[in-house]
């Protein structure tokens, strides 16, 4: 085992800090295959390397004779370029078997006395004068003839390698010794066969381009009167710490893919609703990607078994959108979406869940968003129901949690409102909300001392129908009345310099806090003191009206300091901000660095805007000529850097391109080192970065929504207009996704889609790779000793057939007032654009939902700039009826079917509520009196009993003076009956009869009786499949014995050539009992009856019979649910007694 011990920093004020990574390396099969090697005479160490020999440096490599004396013989055989990118797209780096020699030619041989006390220090073989630069197979054979073959580059040059986005390639020739760039010097990029695909010359800063169009780079090799150097592309010849199972290569991450669905939470057989815009990335922004472009989706279920797969095609302006339905018993919990292109993959997660919406909203709010620790708040609670009136005289709960915060110096390791799980429940209030559905109390929130708080307002808020609903409410208690920010206005000084530190005071809302008296002092922090000296007498001054400071201080030593800003506030308590300052002295002998790196890079700033330049910090503890790169998505610029250490500077100028940020990343190739590891090389290459951040503010669209009326009634139509322009103003052509969805589906799960400007036009890490030449050597007995024993095509357009303007038609307008139509998603329409406008209008029929729609659109443009809206549409009316009924009946329960009526018309108003049913049987129907004050409700039961089995509707109507509401709603009955089946078959020449009984106790709306006739054998067993295809089914087998005969009898009608008459349903019926299966396997890859039971060979072996001949019928089966179930089988077979079941599976 191979432990990379982490870098443990203690910073300042006495924090210990772990800067690093751990990396345990479990390599014991090496120890296995590398065995008969350490059992050599020589050796050149563990893991195969290709070591460069510097002819002006150390001229060596180090190699691993046995203990005591012995005569080593060296041999050098040459390899051209193509032959030795061939052998190294084979080459095994933990293989160490011998490297072939056979047919090549020996170029230099010479002999090598050692000495060995310890054989674990490496020895070193000295080449001669003589040896020629190039690439080399060098041998070592002891005088008992055994030994071990390496890859060695002789030559005095280094090469840095840098891959970018859409084939760019970038080379950096540097020489080793004399630390100088190595200009002309010809560059070629061979593939893997050998072939070369591109090359180049080093410019005048050492630096050659390349654009590989076609082709795959994999190794290059640079050439130049006589010297030699290489350097590969791939995981082995990493410069950044990548290894083998992650290779920072940009190359299949050149996409930015945003992808979101209508709603973030779903019910069982519901549809799906998606969208996504995809470009691709370039130094100039964004390109659109080709039509042809491989694309597809997946949806996994909370199960990770595959639902559905779709293919999808871009359009004119790089989007796509489509569909997929869920299933009838799906398994609950997290879903997640994928789309994947160009083999990038992009995913979105989902909920599925049996949900119930809620059918009003509470929220928490206080006078303020902060308070001061000893003053009281004033606490509001409201109810108010998605249509837009209140929840008057609802019961009442308040629970009221405190979080006490810690007093980081550093503010920034606290991010965010703590959970309730790390809270103590301080109190507990009881009311009542009022007729305008609000409750009022004050509290008086306490903080200990010289500590903020967070508190946490948890209402919950019952109605008359006893569902509750919560909501919560956040309130930051601070201690002191006003915050002070300290910063300098550069992260480092030079001692020469004036040091000025800006002070800002605020109120907690971000006002100004001015005329506040402030006190600087900047304090030595050594890690071994613990009394505070202060560098240079302390600065105060009192901030002006805006709140605003600046203090500088002189003849500030080099050092590492604390700095502190002191104040006092009205209640006489302590204002304290803290920072960090860094002052560097170029002249003296004794450097302090700012971090203990061989290698740092600082920015002067944390933002910039175009046209600004950014002057960099390079701390460094060797001195050479450095490249600076921009990078990103490719490499901007480079620029040669002269590094005299230990501090150089370098101004940047800001551009547009650089939006919305840059890495600025420096290498510098150093020689000699201070670890073993080090010495053994001719150099390594150092390297460091930092962010430019440039934000691109001008790329947002903003995007506007208007409605033709304040609010709506059910069914109405409703005309929205869309306007979108850009940063300036000025309108612009783009695609919209526009959505709207139910506002109580948010209450149930918040928004689950990325931020699209941020995806866009976010801060990113840069994916540019970077591969170096002296990466690569063999790891040495002193890091590795032996041991003693060593779904349906997409796009669609809309989410059912458009109208004239685009928009999909949800609902069929009904002449009768009945409200039946209800949604969760009122519209969908991935497919708008605007006109030369920016304008594009829609026309939404609404659904016959009262409640508040959230109006969600999406646009992008042609050039990638993006924005978003969210606005909101209200549906409402004055007399409103809401049945209370239960989710489903069993014929014969008796229950409550109820009715709150409610009345918002202004003024008192009575009348009378009725409820009708055909799938109920009422025992005190007719219609009950109802006297509704404004505002006020009534609820209204009948006794019902679930009559007959199937699903009926049950129409609940309320007649006022005022008004009048009927509201349909579909309610189930299951039958409390087992199914029962007698059938009989044979064949007729004459007529005949058959006699059965049926049962008195049989359920008469359920018993049917069919008879089918048949020409002929083969249509009659097509007719027997139809009848199990059309079955109702519930369980594991019953599910089953619907889907195999659906894939069977598909194959059948295929192979006789017969027309399918269910050729359409199939494909959804196997869907949808795909879906099922998935649902029902166990987490041990087994089948029961149901999910909850025990599994069992039996029914897992049905299962996946039934499966496997789906897929031969040609239908898609996740495989990994198919492994799974084979797993379980051949883990219980062997231990299953009953030998009918051993013969069935």
Aim: net charge negative; with cysteine.
């Amino acid at each position: 085992m191979n432990r990379e011990q982490p870098e443990v920093r203690r910073y300042p004020v006495g924090r210990w800090m772990v800067m690093g990574l751990l990396v345990i390396l479990f390599i014991t099969g090496i120890y296995n295959s590398l065995a008969a090697q350490w059992e050599q005479a020589v050796n050149f160490g563990v893991g195969r390397g290709v070591q460069l020999v510097d002819p002006d440096g150390m001229n060596r490599m180090p190699v691993w004779p046995l203990q005591g004396e012995s005569t080593v013989n060296f041999t050098l055989y040459p390899l051209t370029p193509a032959d030795f990118a061939r052998r190294m797209a084979t080459y095994e780096p933990y293989n160490n078997a011998a490297i072939a020699t056979t047919g090549l030619t020996a170029a230099t041989t010479w002999q090598q006395n050692f000495t060995v006390s310890d054989w674990y220090e490496p020895q070193y073989a000295r080449f001669p004068a003589s040896v020629a630069g190039g690439i080399y197979v060098i041998k070592a054979e002891s005088s008992q003839g055994d030994g071990d073959t390496e890859y060695v580059v002789v030559g005095r040059n280094a090469l840095l390698l840098k891959r970018g986005a859409g084939g760019q390639f970038v080379a950096w020739a540097v020489n080793l010794q004399g630390q100088s760039v190595t200009t002309t010097m010809d560059i070629t990029l061979y593939d893997r066969q050998g072939t070369p695909v591109a090359s180049s010359a080093t410019n005048d800063k050492g630096v050659a381009h390349f654009a590989v169009t076609s082709g795959e780079p994999f190794m290059a090799v640079a050439q130049k009167e006589g010297d030699t150097t290489v350097a590969g592309l791939d995981w082995q010849w990493s410069s950044d710490g990548s290894y083998w199972w992650w290779d920072n290569n940009s190359k299949n991450n050149d996409q930015t893919i945003y992808l979101y669905t209508d709603r973030p939470i779903y019910r069982p057989n519901q549809t799906i609703y998606y969208q996504a815009f995809v470009r691709q990335r370039t130094l100039d922004g964004y390109a659109q990607l080709a039509a042809s472009t491989p694309i597809s989706l997946t949806l996994r279920d909370a199960r990770a078994n595959v639902v559905a797969t779709h293919a999808a095609t871009l359009d004119a302006f790089g989007t796509l959108h489509g569909e997929m339905t869920i299933g009838d018993a799906p398994p609950l919990g997290w879903w997640t979406l994928s789309l994947t292109v160009n083999g990038q993959t992009q995913s979105q997660q989902l909920r599925v869940e049996e949900y119930r919406k809620p059918e009003y909203e509470v929220t928490v709010r206080s006078d303020g968003a902060q308070v001061i620790a000893g003053d009281s708040v004033q606490l509001t609670v409201a109810a108010d129901y998605y249509f837009g009136q209140p929840v008057a005289n609802a019961a009442l709960k308040l629970k009221i949690y405190r979080y006490t915060l810690p007093r980081y110096d550093w503010y920034w390791w606290y991010d965010g409102i703590p959970s309730l799980y790390s809270a103590e429940l301080v109190d507990e209030l009881t009311g009542t909300t009022d007729a305008n559905g609000q409750w009022r109390t004050s509290y008086q929130p306490e903080a200990t001392d010289q500590y903020d708080a967070h508190y946490t307002f948890t209402a919950e808020v019952t109605d008359d129908r006893g569902l509750p609903v919560s909501g919560t409410h956040q309130l930051q208690v601070h201690w002191n009345s006003f915050a002070m920010q300290l910063s300098p206005t550069k992260w480092g000084y030079q001692s020469t310099e004036a040091i000025s530190f800006d002070i800002a005071t605020r109120n907690h809302d971000g006002s100004a806090a001015g005329g506040k008296a402030v006190t600087v002092r900047i304090i030595h922090d050594y890690w071994d003191e613990t009394a505070e000296r202060e560098a240079v007498p302390p600065q105060s001054g009192t901030t002006d009206a805006q709140g605003n400071l600046r203090l500088t201080f002189t003849n500030v030593p080099q050092g590492w300091y604390r700095v502190e800003a002191t104040s006092t506030d009205s209640r006489n308590r302590q204002v304290l901000a803290q920072n960090y300052l860094w002052v560097f002295d170029p002249a003296a002998s004794d450097w302090y660095y700012f971090n203990n790196d061989a290698l740092s890079i600082l920015a002067d700033k944390e933002h910039y805007a175009p046209g600004d330049t950014a002057e960099l910090l390079i701390q460094s503890k060797s001195n050479g000529v450095a490249l600076l790169t921009l990078e990103r998505d490719g490499i901007y610029r480079e620029e040669i850097v002269p590094i005299q250490g230990p501090v150089t500077t370098v101004r940047v100028p800001i551009t547009d391109e650089l939006a919305p940020n840059v890495t600025a990343r420096v290498h510098l190739f150093q020689t000699g080192g201070t670890t073993e590891w080090e010495r053994r090389r001719e150099g390594h290459l150092l390297m460091a970065a930092t962010d430019l951040i440039v934000p691109a503010t001008d790329r947002q669209l903003s995007v506007t929504v208007s409605a033709d009326a304040a609010q709506y009634r059910p069914g109405d139509n409703a005309q929205l207009t869309l306007q979108v322009k850009d940063a300036l103003g000025n309108p612009v052509q783009a695609r919209l996704g526009l959505a709207l969805v139910d506002e109580a589906i948010y209450a149930l799960q918040d928004d689950l889609s990325a931020d699209l400007f941020t995806t866009f036009w976010g801060t990113r890490n840069s994916t540019v790779a970077t591969y170096d030449s002296l990466v690569r050597q063999p790891w040495g007995y002193s890091a590795l000793a032996p041991t003693d024993g060593l779904g349906t095509a997409t796009p669609a357009p809309t989410a059912n057939p458009p109208t004239d303007d685009g928009a999909p038609e949800l609902r069929s307008n009904d002449a009768t007032a009945v409200r039946r139509n209800f949604a969760d998603t009122a519209y969908w329409n991935a497919t708008l654009t605007t006109d030369a406008n920016g304008v594009v209008r829609v026309n939404v029929s609404l659904p016959d939902n009262l409640t508040t729609w959230r109006i969600v659109g999406k646009a992008i443009a042609l050039d990638a700039q993006v924005g978003t809206v969210q606005d909101k549409l209200l549906v409402t009316q004055e007399i409103i009826a809401r049945p209370a009924l239960p989710r489903f009946g069993v014929v014969g329960d008796r229950f409550l079917a109820g009715t709150v009526a409610q009345n918002f018309a202004g003024s008192a108003t009575a009348g009378s509520a009725t409820v009708e049913s055909d799938a109920l049987v009422l025992l005190d129907s007719g219609p009950k009196r109802v006297n509704l004050p404004n505002g006020g409700s009534t609820a209204v039961n009948w006794t019902a009993v679930a009559a007959q089995s199937g699903t009926g509707l049950v129409t609940t109507t309320l007649e006022t003076e005022a008004g009048n509401d009927t509201v349909a709603l579909p309610f189930p009955v299951k039958p409390f009956a087992v199914p029962d089946r007698w059938l009989a078959s044979g064949q007729v020449s004459q007529v005949i009869s058959k006699s059965f009984t049926v049962p008195l106790n049989a359920v008469t709306e359920a018993t049917t009786l069919e008879v089918r006739l048949s020409p002929s054998l083969a249509l009659g067993v097509l007719d027997g499949l139809d009848e199990l295809i059309d079955y109702p089914y519930g369980c594991v087998e019953q599910t089953m014995s619907r889907l195999l005969p659906s894939a069977v009898a598909t194959k059948a009608y295929s192979d006789l050539g017969i027309p399918n008459p269910k050729a359409d349903e199939v494909p959804d019926i196997v869907a949808q009992g795909l879906q099922k299966i998935y649902g029902f396997q166990h987490n041990d890859g087994s089948w029961g009856w149901f999910y909850d039971d025990d599994g069992g060979a039996f029914l897992t072996a049905y299962v996946l019979f039934g499966l496997i001949s789906v897929e031969e019928a040609g239908y898609t089966v996740d495989s990994a649910v198919i492994d799974r179930g084979f797993a379980y089988i051949d883990n219980t077979l062997p231990t299953t007694d009953d030998p009918g079941i051993r013969a069935f599976v």
